[in-house]
């Protein structure tokens, strides 16, 4: 770091030499008697520094007028200012990447002639600007005032130093005054250029006098507004002041921010167009004053944007229009189901309420039957219907109680409930709502949903239906729910208590082909790319499909196997083995493979100890084979097939009835000396339970023992007592189907049963016999046949 002579220290008032060395700036921030730092980069400064060094150490500073369009642009005298500065290097450092830092001394102002050279560096042609000054009493007053005035501009200021009222009071001569007021107020590079032109040191000042009356303005306004903003203002919410500051500023420029375009005012504009009840109301726009007072940066501005987000998205009083013409609703809803006429009758019969009662609520049906019998198919279908739109939430392994009310605004990532959420995407507020799977909903630590559902489902409750996120009340009293279920027993007592249910057994033999003559067979040639024209199944081929390979209450098992053939046919077609397939029954067996249901109940019932008896699943009905033995012993009890208490209890009762009425059933008294009885449920692998397999156990057991087979067409069902007596079971219907789908044409039930009978089909019923018994003894009378010979 080469240092500079003392002399070019103290040189003062030096006449300057014809030329200078320019450094071009594109504003003037030296003034003459001011020492400031300067950087300089690249090759042409060094080259222009090293000569300055080495000469007289004077260089000159003068402002752009106007700036080079690239960098290493073309330079004119043109583009420059006429006045600039001349300065003094003191000192100069070279850093590590090369850069030059100079501390210059300004000398004093020069006017610009000609460039003598441009390259390595502008030299251009100078002659000393000296200031006129005249020392009167209006400069003195001028000089006076504007000391005054900078004292104000010091007390205002937050960035001057209390230090620099002193130095304005130390500088004497009234040029040198100006020059230094200029560095520290806010001034523009033009204003900097005119003040640095003015020779004349009145007017200069007069200049300045100007600018430092503005600057306390500015300063005076900006300590006003600082004492608006910071009333009532939290002082760690930076970006809040900031926005505060912003209006206050416009207000005090009487300029108005447009807020018609603003988010506020977009929400203020959507919730206006909507209905909400007085609570929504009062919420929104207690809502809608805090989101105008925060800025978007904050956390909590985006989860009130949210929340009325939802509030403006939900139906509040938007309703579609019933169809209420029962003749149409009729004609739809036999166009999407076969069958099931105890729903459709339920459907019409609501639609006909409607029509004469329009303010009636919305009823609370629930479907409740095995797999594919078409319960979530029916909401769609009523809907339809209706005319309403449908929208159906799946609970099954819903076990948040948050799931149905939502999740209150102080958690992170909050919604509503399903419920709120579906009537946003239905876009009405009495949609067609199914609850899909309401038997599958579990609880949990985290709560019940079933009991949040019992606001939902309550027609004395639902008007005013309160999601934790929402926070306010909505109707649901117009919304039509239509809940599902394969199994009534798991559905809360209090919930099942809300609900109008509607079973929906299965179908018979018959009505399965019609459903896919219908509905099924069509349905799955179009997925496959299939037409009626080359492809085709007969009614012998479904039947043998239903009877053979599909023993189920529903449709899904079966159209699955439809599906099957149509790939066969879409194979045989698209490697053009055929142009058209027809299915007919022998080729079924090379399109499924073998049979996987075989009617065995014949062969099953056809030796003494075997009976026949029908369950009810979540599936359906069933049927069951009870099998008895005796082998050698001491009057044991073997019960086997994964039975539960209450089957286990009623084989018991059936080998104590039979061992007290061994006269009555011409039973050899003394069978369980020498003997011990084996009662086993074929399909170990399944878990049985219930009562009404009591009168199968017994029948068994009598067969067995009396050596008489059970009647191989003959099925049963029905609870038994010590006395004898047979009690009603449940299921009635679907063990009906059960048994006609297996083939049974006999079937015995409870005498208290017999009412059921009115909910089977009039074609099951007209095909097959029933017989109703009170005793035991008009069981096995019914049942058995003549004994077998020992031979």
């Known amino acids: 770091?080469?240092?500079?002579?003392?002399?070019?220290?103290?040189?003062?008032?030096?006449?300057?030499?014809?030329?200078?060395?320019?450094?071009?700036?594109?504003?003037?921030?030296?003034?003459?008697?001011?020492?400031?730092?300067?950087?300089?980069?690249?090759?042409?400064?060094r080259e222009l520094v090293d000569e300055v060094v080495n000469t007289n150490k004077l260089v000159g500073f003068l402002a752009y007028?106007?700036?080079?369009?690239?960098?290493?642009?073309?330079?004119?005298?043109d583009m420059f200012h006429k006045t600039g500065v001349a300065a003094q290097v003191l000192r100069m450092i070279t850093s590590e990447n090369g850069d030059l830092s100079l501390v210059i001394q300004g000398l004093t102002r020069f006017h610009t002639g000609d460039f003598v050279s441009l390259e390595p560096f502008i030299k251009a042609r100078v002659e000393?600007?000296?200031?006129?000054?005249?020392?009167?009493?209006?400069?003195?007053?001028?000089?006076?005032?504007?000391?005054?005035?900078?004292?104000?501009?010091?007390?205002?200021?937050?960035?001057?130093?209390?230090?620099?009222e002193s130095l304005i009071t130390s500088v004497p001569e009234p040029g040198a005054?100006?020059?230094?007021?200029?560095?520290?107020?806010?001034?523009?590079?033009?204003?900097?250029?005119?003040?640095?032109?003015?020779?004349?040191?009145?007017?200069?000042?007069?200049?300045?006098?100007?600018?430092?009356?503005?600057?306390?303005?500015v300063l005076e306004l900006g300590s006003k507004l600082q004492n608006q903003v910071k009333e009532g203002l939290d002082k760690t919410q930076r970006e809040y002041y900031l926005r505060q500051q912003l209006k206050a500023i416009q207000k005090e420029l009487g300029e108005e921010a447009d807020e018609t375009q603003s988010e506020v005012e977009e929400f203020r504009r959507r919730l206006d167009e909507k209905k909400l009840t007085e609570q929504a109301r009062q919420e929104a726009d207690r809502e809608l004053k805090r989101l105008a007072n925060m800025h978007p940066s904050s956390s909590e501005y985006h989860v009130i944007t949210t929340y009325l987000d939802w509030l403006a998205s939900l139906p509040w009083e938007e309703y579609s229009e019933d169809q209420l013409d029962i003749k149409n609703a009729r004609a739809i809803l036999e166009a999407d189901h076969h069958g099931l006429e105890k729903v459709k009758k339920r459907i019409l019969e609501y639609l006909a309420v409607r029509k004469l009662n329009?303010?009636?609520?919305?009823?609370?049906?629930?479907?409740?039957?095995?797999?594919?019998?078409?319960?979530?198919?029916?909401?769609?279908?009523?809907?339809?219907?209706?005319?309403?739109?449908?929208?159906?939430?799946?609970?099954?392994?819903?076990?948040?109680?948050?799931?149905?009310?939502?999740?209150?605004?102080?958690?992170?990532?909050?919604?509503?409930?399903?419920?709120?959420?579906?009537?946003?995407?239905?876009?009405?507020a009495n949609p067609v709502f199914m609850l899909d799977e309401v038997d599958k909903v579990g609880a949990d630590f985290r709560g019940d949903p079933t009991s949040a559902l019992l606001e939902v489902l309550d027609p004395e409750q639902n008007f005013s239906f309160s999601d934790h996120y929402l926070d306010v009340t909505f109707d649901l009293s117009k919304v039509m729910f239509i809940a599902t279920a394969n199994v009534l027993d798991t559905i809360p007592a209090p919930l099942r208590d809300r609900m109008e249910i509607l079973h929906l057994p299965g179908y018979t033999a018959n009505e399965k082909?019609?459903?896919?003559?219908?509905?099924?067979?069509?349905?799955?040639?179009?997925?496959?790319?299939?037409?009626?024209?080359?492809?085709?199944?007969?009614?012998?081929?479904?039947?043998?499909?239903?009877?053979?390979?599909?023993?189920?209450?529903?449709?899904?098992?079966?159209?699955?196997?439809?599906?099957?053939?149509?790939?066969?046919?879409?194979?045989?077609?698209?490697?053009g083995e055929a142009e058209r397939v027809s299915v007919g029954v022998k080729k079924i067996n090379a399109v499924l493979g073998p049979e996987k249901i075989t009617p065995d109940t014949a062969l099953r019932t056809s030796v003494p100890g075997v009976a026949t008896g029908l369950a009810w699943t979540p599936t359906g009905g069933d049927i069951l084979f009870i099998?008895?033995?005796?082998?050698?012993?001491?009057?044991?009890?073997?019960?086997?097939?994964?039975?539960?208490?209450?089957?286990?209890?009623?084989?018991?009762?059936?080998?104590?009835?039979?061992?007290?009425?061994?006269?009555?059933?011409?039973?050899?008294?003394?069978?369980?000396?020498?003997?011990?009885?084996?009662?086993?449920v074929p399909a170990g692998a399944i878990p049985k339970d219930g009562p009404s397999a009591g009168v199968t156990m017994l029948t068994a057991l009598v067969s067995l023992l009396t050596n008489r087979s059970v009647d191989p067409e003959m099925a049963m069902t029905g609870e038994i007592t010590l006395r004898g007596m047979v009690l009603p079971v449940g299921g009635i219907k679907e063990k009906i189907l059960a048994a006609h789908r297996a083939g049974i044409k006999k079937v015995i039930l409870p005498k208290q049963n017999e009412r059921d009978l009115a909910d089977v089909p009039k074609a099951v019923k007209n095909s097959m016999e029933f017989y109703f018994a009170e005793r035991m003894d008009?069981?096995?009378?019914?049942?058995?046949?003549?004994?077998?010979?020992?031979?």
């Open 177 to 217: 005054l100006c020059d230094m007021v200029s560095t520290i107020l806010s001034m523009s590079p033009e204003e900097r250029q005119g003040v640095l032109a003015a020779l004349d040191v009145k007017e200069r000042l007069h200049m300045i006098r100007e600018f430092v009356n503005r600057e306390i303005q």
């Open 513 to 575: 082909l019609k459903i896919a003559k219908r509905y099924l067979v069509p349905r799955q040639r179009k997925e496959h790319g299939l037409t009626g024209s080359d492809f085709s199944i007969t009614d012998a081929a479904v039947t043998k499909v239903i009877e053979r390979y599909t023993r189920e209450a529903g449709v899904r098992n079966l159209e699955r196997e439809i599906g099957s053939i149509c790939r066969y046919a879409a194979r045989t077609i698209a490697e």
């Open 128 to 164: 000393m600007a000296p200031e006129t000054h005249v020392d009167d009493v209006e400069t003195k007053a001028l000089m006076s005032n504007l000391r005054s005035e900078l004292r104000k501009v010091v007390k205002l200021s937050p960035n001057l130093p209390e230090e620099m």
């Open 65 to 77: 007028k106007e700036e080079p369009a690239t960098p290493d642009g073309p330079e004119t005298r």
């Open 627 to 680: 099998e008895a033995s005796a082998m050698p012993g001491k009057g044991g009890l073997v019960l086997t097939g994964q039975l539960g208490d209450v089957m286990k209890e009623s084989a018991l009762a059936a080998v104590s009835y039979v061992r007290a009425n061994a006269d009555l059933l011409k039973v050899d008294p003394d069978f369980h000396k020498e003997n011990d009885l084996h009662i086993h």
């Open 358 to 428: 329009p303010d009636m609520k919305g009823p609370i049906l629930c479907l409740a039957g095995p797999p594919g019998v078409g319960k979530t198919s029916l909401g769609r279908s009523i809907a339809r219907a209706m005319g309403r739109e449908f929208v159906r939430i799946s609970l099954g392994g819903v076990r948040d109680e948050a799931e149905i009310r939502g999740h209150r605004r102080t958690y992170v990532g909050a919604l509503p409930g399903r419920i709120i959420q579906s009537l946003r995407r239905a876009g009405t």
């Open 1 to 45: 770091m080469p240092e500079l002579d003392e002399q070019s220290r103290e040189r003062r008032g030096t006449a300057l030499p014809a030329t200078l060395p320019i450094v071009p700036v594109t504003q003037v921030n030296l003034f003459p008697r001011m020492v400031i730092p300067v950087v300089l980069e690249g090759k042409k400064h």
């Open 778 to 791: 008009q069981v096995v009378k019914r049942a058995l046949v003549k004994p077998k010979s020992n031979k």
